[in-house]
């Protein structure tokens, strides 16, 4: 958003300020305060006009604008009501030199998740990537993962939504009875990362984070859950902005997120196999290691650093 459109939000926000006080007080004319009334007035901000000045009466309820006033976090919004993946954009605005910009679409036509496999990304949803340019090292990178793996839980659980998190990027909601599935749970959210660089240092990183949030039942996926089906229709600006600023908070500690991931898991404690590029590991799920490396303790008691892999988790021998 424009800063000084930005600036006039929240000048009117607490109550009427005349044209001529915030032309003033923003250094700009009459007509520049009026063109940028008008313009926050067409991306969906009610905004009424009187003898007393202008005052704010209403925030849209989705969209760029909307998740930016009152983000405490210093992300710049790119909104689109439909894309066919927010990681793919974000991959562009990473090439033209953007850093700390996030994607955010209503609904995603051509969305995947790791391994490209199909990922149903239906309106409704929170569908987001943010473009980070992060001082980390290559190596450090999963962290982030981990980071949006937190603060994804974290605002589901603001909105009422008991979440966890399987090792790497799934965050899930417990099954009622018996688990039949490999998941541990019914999907509520996935996050797929993506990075290029060199061999000491990272260009740029695109965190994509897909949560079913608003989505009913008849468009979910078998063994998929959303918000509206755990505790209804939330807020998608607020939940945006409370996973945004929990993010921010974490991708700058990725030791923090480390730990933060641990207290939020949903595999440690769990008999587990990880298929892996040489072969499965099968064992207790007993840690995770910076920088996001599963530990599994093996049947004859061998531990084993997992980087990558997909995770199942078993049903106890």
């Given at each position: ?174 099954a009622d009875g018996p ?46 859950t959303s918000v509206e ?69 093996t049947d004859d008691g ?16």
């Amino acid at each position: 958003m424009n800063e000084t459109r930005r600036a006039v939000l929240d000048a009117i926000a607490d109550g009427p300020v005349p044209g001529p006080d915030l032309a003033d007080r923003l250094g700009v004319s009459r007509n520049a305060v009026w063109k940028h009334v008008e313009a926050l007035r067409d991306a969906g901000f009610e905004i009424a006009s009187g003898d007393d000045g202008y005052a704010l009466e209403g925030v849209p309820e989705y969209g760029g604008p909307a998740v930016e006033f009152g983000l405490e976090a210093p992300f710049e919004i790119e909104y689109r009501d439909a894309v066919g993946s927010t990681n793919d954009r974000a991959r562009e605005l990473a090439d033209e030199g953007a850093a700390d910009v996030v994607v955010l679409a209503d609904e995603q036509t051509g969305s995947r998740g790791r391994l490209d496999r199909e990922w149903s990304a239906p309106s409704g949803g929170v569908w987001l990537s943010p473009v980070l340019r992060p001082d980390l090292p290559p190596a450090h990178v999963p962290a982030l993962t981990l980071a949006a793996a937190v603060a994804t839980t974290d605002a589901a659980r603001e909105a009422g939504v008991e979440a966890e998190i399987k090792w790497p990027n799934d965050v899930l909601v417990a099954a009622d009875g018996p688990d039949e599935t490999d998941r541990g749970g019914r999907k509520l959210a996935g996050i797929l990362t993506e990075m290029e660089g060199e061999a000491d240092r990272v260009s740029w990183v695109v965190v994509g984070v897909g949560v079913n949030a608003n989505v009913a039942a008849a468009d979910l996926p078998a063994g998929a859950t959303s918000v509206e089906e755990e505790v209804g229709r939330i807020d998608r600006r607020a939940f945006v902005q409370r996973l945004l600023e929990r993010f921010d908070a974490l991708r700058s500690d990725p030791e923090a997120a480390v730990e933060a991931w641990r207290d939020r898991s949903a595999t440690l404690g769990q008999r587990v196999r990880v298929e892996t590029p040489k072969g499965d590991v099968v064992g207790e799920a007993v840690d995770i290691d910076f920088p996001g490396a599963l530990v599994v303790e093996t049947d004859d008691g061998e531990r084993v650093r997992v980087h990558a892999g997909d995770c199942e988790h078993l049903r106890p021998v």
